[in-house]
Structure formats: C-alpha cells, structure tokens
C-alpha cells in the first residue's frame, strides 16, 4: 500500500493487504459489530415482550369489569297529624229561681217585691226569674262548669334507623369516586369460571348519623362465598359517608349497595 493512503485506510484493509479478501475472514470481521447490535436488540425485545405478556395475562385473570352503580332516589310520603279536639263544656242547668229585684227610690212606690206565695214555692232567690227543677239546697246555687281537657296525641317515634330519609347518606366525592374506590380494592379470581358471565352481589349496611358504616350484609349472594367474603370486606374499609338527614338532623339510615361483575375474555 502506498505511505500516502496508509492514514486514510481501515485497519481491516490495511491488515489484508495482498491477501485474498474474497476467503470470508474480511467481510466476517468487516460486518462483526453490526451483526453484534444487531443481535442484542433482538434479544432485549423478545425480553420486554415476555415480560409484558406475563403482566397482561395476570392483570386479565385477578381484576374483573365493574358495572356503573345506580343508587334509587328516595321517595316521602308527607304524614299529617289531626290537632286533639277539646270538647265543649257541659252546659249546667240552673235550678228554680226567681229574681230579686233591689229597691228603687222613686216619686211613685211601684212594687217589684214577689207576692208571698211565689215566695213559699221551692225555689231559689237569684238575680233572674226562670223556670226549672227544684233547687238542691246542699249544692251551690251557680256551680262552676268542669271543662275535660282531652290528653294530647303523641306524635309517632321515629325508628333509629330510617329506611330511606330526606337527604340519603352519600361517599365522600359521589358516585363516580364509589365506583373508583371499588374497582381499586377489589380483587376476583375467575379461573374455572366462564368468560364474559356476570355476577351480582347486593350487600346492606347502615350509615350511622356520624356518616360510618356499620352492620354490613350481604341480601343477594354472587353464588360464590370467596364473591361474598370480598365484597364485603371492601365496603367495610370505606371512609366515612356524609350521613344521611331527616327534618334538619343526621339520622342513620339502611344503604343497599349492588355490586355487578364480569368475567373477563381469557
């Protein structure tokens, strides 16, 4: 090789020089470092793609496909209550009177003094003359009347824990957070089950007047007891719910929550 292309020349060419290039030792050590990336790339792909399949493949297995919940609006039937009647008063009824009359000093003397045999009929002397009854001589002449005050109606208890209320108890942030929260912390296993069937679990519970949860159900049953155990121990794990209100003060109030899941395709 001249001295002058030396500088300029690869090593590889430099090293074959007068030899035969064509045998396969240049061109194999010529393309050595792009067949070597080459090769690496391909590994490292087929790697992450093994790793994504595993995930994928568990992810679809563990995790079901929750339904929207729908919550039923409560529904009041305003209850009058009819004001106690206080009844009227007996009327009494006076005895025999007759009325006496005071003297009147006039210029001319009229008499207004009863005859003597008025006098001796068994009647009483009042401020009026009326007919009636003989007189009781032991009772009073104008006894007080005696009015019967009727017992008031008590108004109807409330229960301690409503079926529905005025204003029904709500999880913190809505419907679409109690759907978040859910799909968050349950977990299923469909192994042996067939894919895209749907399980419904409906589970009962108390919302206290303080916004807890409490007394937690399960009133229709997803067929698996596993279904039933999860469910149940999600609800419990809720935070506290605004609580329900009832004539302008917190109540407890009974909650149904349905829970509808679907199988995933394998």
Same mark, same amino acid.
């Given at each position: 090789?001249?001295?002058?292309?030396?500088?300029?020349?690869?090593?590889?060419?430099?090293?074959?020089?007068?030899?035969?290039?064509?045998? +396969?030792?240049?061109?194999?050590?010529?393309?050595?470092?792009?067949?070597?990336?080459?090769?690496?790339?391909?590994?490292?792909?087929?790697?992450?793609?093994?790793?994504?399949?595993?995930?994928? @493949?568990?992810?679809? @297995?563990?995790?079901?496909?929750?339904?929207?919940?729908?919550?039923? #609006?409560?529904?009041?039937?305003?209850?009058? /209550?009819?004001?106690?009647?206080?009844?009227?008063?007996?009327?009494?009824?006076?005895? $025999?009177?007759?009325?006496?009359?005071?003297?009147?000093?006039?210029?001319?003397?009229?008499?207004?003094?009863?005859?003597?045999?008025?006098?001796? @009929?068994? *009647? $009483?002397? +009042?401020t009026?003359?009326?007919?009636? %009854?003989?007189?009781?001589?032991?009772?009073? *002449?104008?006894?007080? %009347?005696?009015?019967?005050?009727?017992?008031?109606?008590e108004?109807?208890?409330? %229960?301690?824990?409503l #079926?529905?209320?005025?204003?029904?108890?709500?999880?913190?942030?809505?419907?679409?957070?109690?759907?978040?929260?859910?799909?968050?912390?349950?977990?299923?296993?469909?192994?042996?089950?067939?894919?895209?069937?749907?399980?419904e679990?409906?589970?009962?519970? *108390?919302? #206290?007047?303080?916004?807890?949860?409490?007394?937690?159900?399960?009133? @229709?049953? +997803?067929?698996?007891?596993? /279904?039933?155990?999860?469910?149940?121990?999600?609800?419990?794990?809720?935070?506290?719910?605004?609580?329900?209100?009832?004539?302008?003060r917190? *109540?407890?109030?009974y909650?149904?929550?349905?829970?509808?899941?679907?199988?995933?395709?394998?």
């Amino acid at each position: 090789m001249k001295p002058e292309l030396i500088l300029k020349a690869d090593m590889l060419d430099i090293l074959f020089e007068d030899r035969n290039k064509e045998y +396969g030792a240049y061109t194999l050590r010529r393309d050595y470092n792009g067949r070597l990336m080459r090769g690496i790339a391909v590994m490292f792909g087929v790697v992450l793609l093994f790793i994504a399949g595993t995930f994928w @493949k568990m992810d679809k @297995k563990r995790v079901g496909n929750l339904i929207p919940i729908t919550l039923i #609006d409560p529904e009041f039937t305003k209850i009058e /209550f009819e004001k106690p009647k206080i009844p009227d008063p007996p009327k009494v009824q006076h005895a $025999a009177s007759i009325q006496y009359t005071k003297p009147v000093i006039v210029q001319e003397a009229v008499s207004t003094v009863p005859e003597l045999e008025d006098l001796n @009929k068994n *009647v $009483a002397i +009042g401020t009026e003359t009326h007919d009636g %009854p003989p007189p009781v001589l032991s009772a009073p *002449v104008s006894p007080e %009347p005696v009015v019967a005050i009727a017992a008031p109606i008590e108004a109807p208890k409330e %229960p301690e824990i409503l #079926d529905r209320s005025e204003i029904m108890p709500e999880f913190p942030g809505g419907n679409a957070a109690m759907r978040r929260f859910l799909q968050k912390n349950m977990r299923f296993e469909f192994e042996d089950m067939e894919a895209g069937s749907r399980i419904e679990i409906r589970c009962r519970f *108390v919302v #206290d007047k303080d916004g807890k949860v409490k007394a937690i159900e399960v009133t @229709k049953t +997803g067929g698996r007891n596993e /279904f039933d155990k999860e469910v149940t121990r999600v609800i419990a794990k809720m935070p506290d719910w605004k609580p329900g209100s009832q004539n302008g003060r917190n *109540v407890a109030v009974y909650f149904t929550l349905p829970v509808i899941v679907e199988v995933p395709e394998q």
